[in-house]
């Protein structure tokens, strides 16, 4: 096989594959621990197709599973909700929890007690997780299926849980990207200014380092509307970007014929 068409087949191996969210997907920058209910803003780091669920709960992460959390309580010590996208969310789209689509009451599928609730931040320190889950049944028992978008902590530092204020990274998730902690564990409301949300177009990663820095978030309100985020190719671009370097290759070997 020549080098051209080595190239070209690594290319193709590296053509992503289509696929529910991952994690960075989407970053939890707001939280208001006074109000009633208690509410949370997130923001859309990529496109969100119509009807995938994304789950948040306070729970903290003890190295391996939600605390709490078993077959007979499908909501854990502390609370948990799940919000199901109405139709496709634009990336840079910023939903506050207290928006459509966000269930907060009813029975848990697969859980013979505990509910839907919203969440009840605590003021001495909490965390929210979001993560997805392909099995619809008791999603904050079945950890094997889970998979963890994003963490956000107030207390300054994680650590495994063992109290309604403690909570550790859960798998997937990288400290200081899409596990973020501050020293915020007071009442009220604490966010990401709004003149960094309106600082200009960034890439996903980009926008993951700029919520990370405690000097980009402030005491407020939650944010609303949204931010920008500089695209990248799509998986029809790389199969553009495959087709022109096979009719390259092809012209080289008839000319070298």
């Known amino acids: 096989m020549t080098k051209t068409l080595l190239a070209l087949a690594a290319l193709a191996a590296a053509i992503p594959a289509q696929a529910a969210l991952t994690a960075g997907d989407i970053a939890i920058i707001g939280r208001v621990n006074n109000g009633s209910p208690d509410s949370f803003a997130f923001v859309a780091l990529n496109d969100i197709a119509a009807g995938e669920i994304v789950y948040f709960t306070d729970n903290g992460w003890n190295g391996s599973a939600f605390r709490g959390s078993t077959t007979t309580d499908g909501d854990g010590n502390e609370n948990f909700t799940k919000w199901t996208a109405a139709a496709t969310i634009s990336a840079g789209t910023i939903v506050s929890s207290t928006a459509a689509g966000f269930t907060t009451s009813g029975g848990i599928a697969g859980s013979t007690g505990g509910a839907y609730a919203s969440l009840a931040l605590g003021q001495g320190g909490e965390q929210i997780y979001a993560f997805q889950n392909s099995n619809a049944s008791n999603p904050l028992f079945n950890v094997a299926t889970q998979t963890h978008l994003f963490v956000f902590d107030d207390t300054n530092g994680f650590e495994a849980a063992t109290s309604s204020s403690t909570g550790g990274v859960a798998t997937g998730l990288t400290l200081g990207q899409t596990a973020i902690t501050f020293n915020a564990a007071t009442g009220g409301g604490?966010?990401?200014?709004?003149?960094?949300?309106?600082?200009?177009?960034?890439?996903?990663?980009?926008?993951?380092?700029?919520?990370?820095?405690?000097?980009?978030?402030?005491?407020?309100?939650?944010?609303?509307?949204?931010?920008?985020?500089?695209?990248?190719?799509?998986?029809?671009?790389?199969?553009?970007?495959?087709?022109?370097?096979l009719a390259v290759g092809a012209i080289a070997r008839r000319r070298r014929g």
């Open 190 to 245: 604490f966010s990401v200014k709004a003149s960094v949300l309106a600082s200009g177009s960034k890439t996903k990663e980009q926008w993951l380092t700029t919520f990370a820095d405690a000097a980009n978030w402030q005491a407020g309100s939650l944010p609303t509307g949204s931010i920008a985020v500089s695209a990248v190719p799509e998986p029809e671009s790389y199969a553009m970007m495959l087709a022109g370097l």
